[in-house]
């Protein structure tokens, strides 16, 4: 695997050559399947009710909330890739509230759940439905928070662990 399809890497700032880099190599298939988990997560073959400019926002927002300007720069790009109309590109800002109701529903999941996912239950899957979203929608949302925040997450402990 190329260090440009590597994305934790590239968001964490670890270099390739590096002590870091090199280790990280070792787990190769945890770097693969990262990979994989990526493109099915941003970019699916079939984007079902989730836009991929709808994710890109969203995962821009996760990043925003976790103070991770790399994450964010990264996710603003496939935002941009994604030609989002304006509501949608709205949403990689936390402090922008959508007057769309359903918008709004996607936006308090992905902020619980990226900030407090202990306060999490089932009247809040219950929400998503009143707003519009089918089962297989609430799946995927909820799976593209998990894999975004995993990322995210990753990169921060190896950007604790190079020093920076």
């Known amino acids: ?63 925003r909330l976790l103070k991770d300007a790399a994450g964010a720069a990264h ?30 529903e996607i936006v308090r999941r992905v902020d619980l759940l990226t900030l407090t996912p202990e306060a999490a239950t089932r009247e809040d899957v219950e929400r998503l439905r009143a707003a519009g979203l089918d089962d297989p929608a609430i799946v995927t949302l909820t799976g593209l928070v998990a894999f975004v925040n995993y990322q995210l997450r990753v990169a921060a402990g190896l950007r604790m662990l190079k020093g920076a």
């Open 75 to 104: 996710y603003d790009a496939l935002l941009a890739k994604a030609v989002p109309d304006a509501p949608t590109a709205a949403l990689a800002d936390p402090g922008h509230a959508p007057a769309d109701p359903r918008l709004a």
């Open 1 to 63: 695997m190329s260090y440009d399809d590597n994305v934790i890497d590239r968001i964490a700032g670890v270099a390739p050559g590096s002590a870091l880099y090199d280790l990280r190599g070792e787990r190769e298939e945890i770097l693969r399947l990262s990979e994989t988990s990526h493109r099915a997560s941003l970019s699916p073959r079939d984007p079902g009710q989730l836009s991929p400019a709808l994710r890109a926002a969203l995962a821009a927002r996760m990043a």
